[in-house]
T-cell receptor, first 117, second 118 residues
Framework: AQKVTQAQTEISVVEKEDVTLDCVYE???????LFWYKQPPSGELVFLIR??????QNEISGRYSWNFQKSTSSFNFTITASQVVDSAVYFC??????????????FGKGTRLHILP | GAVVSQHPSWVICKSGTSVKIECRSL??????MFWYRQFPKQSLMLMAT?????????EQGVEKDKFLINHASLTLSTLTVTSAHPEDSSFYIC??????????????FGPGTRLTVL
């Protein structure tokens, strides 16, 4: 069965601290996609990254970085020098083409991140 | 590019009435559109997948007679909540996936519609 686990329900850090959001996934297939989305209070989902299962290179985009480790089925997300505007709910998600529903995205329960000024 | 809009952004209705929510892909043709529901402080749950010109595929536990989905064109899908009740109050989000190479297998999300049933 496909599953995405975000064990951290809620995190609070002081501005300028680094914070890592954990994501562990389960899938039986070797080909899949992993995603991170940000959902600010407005509710609109903001796409952050999509990673193919064959690409294990870590990615950095400004203050955001992602650590993909297939050996531990994890796709963690780190925000460095956090800012108040980073406060949001962050969802990790999985898309597994082998399900014969290659467009279905399974979301984790989300991590609510509070950046305190 | 790849913008998806939803209308209305919020709606309040009386119990027993029907509400229609529109999802449009503004600058690409969406062969597939998805409807999600998100209750407060919870994750997004896929309700149904709709392909243009064919019947929607509903997830287990979603009543197809209550949540009517129409995907009549490559840029428009509608979700109608029939005989809405307070427990249907939720945030409804659509997403669209294009058929073009650059958009393949990538979903673009709408801004969501907040439904409140009194």
């Amino acid at each position: 069965a496909q599953k995405v686990t975000q064990a951290q329900t809620e995190i609070s850090v002081v501005e300028k601290e680094d914070v890592t959001l954990d994501c562990v996934y389960e899938t039986r297939d070797t080909t899949y996609y992993l995603f991170w989305y940000k959902q600010p209070p407005s509710g609109e989902l903001v796409f952050l990254i999509r990673r193919n299962s064959f690409d294990e290179q870590n990615e950095i985009s400004g203050r955001y970085s992602w650590n993909f480790q297939k050996s531990t089925s994890s796709f963690n997300f780190t925000i460095t020098a956090s800012q108040v505007v980073d406060s949001a709910v962050y969802f990790c998600a999985l898309s597994d083409p082998s399900m014969n529903r290659d467009d279905k995205i399974i979301f984790g329960k989300g991590t609510r991140l509070h950046i305190l000024p | 590019g790849a913008v998806v809009s939803q209308h209305p952004s919020w709606v309040i209705c009386k119990s027993g009435t029907s509400v229609k929510i529109e999802c449009r892909s503004l600058d690409f043709q969406a062969t597939t559109m998805f409807w999600y529901r998100q209750f407060p402080k919870q994750s997004l749950m896929l309700m149904a997948t709709s392909n243009e010109g064919s019947k929607a595929t509903y997830e287990q536990g979603v009543e197809k007679d209550k949540f009517l989905i129409n995907h009549a064109s490559l840029t428009l899908s509608t979700l109608t909540v029939t005989s809405a009740h307070p427990e249907d109050s939720s945030f409804y989000i659509c997403s669209a996936m294009g058929s073009g190479r650059a958009l393949y297998n990538e979903q673009f999300f709408g801004p969501g519609t907040r439904l409140t049933v009194l």
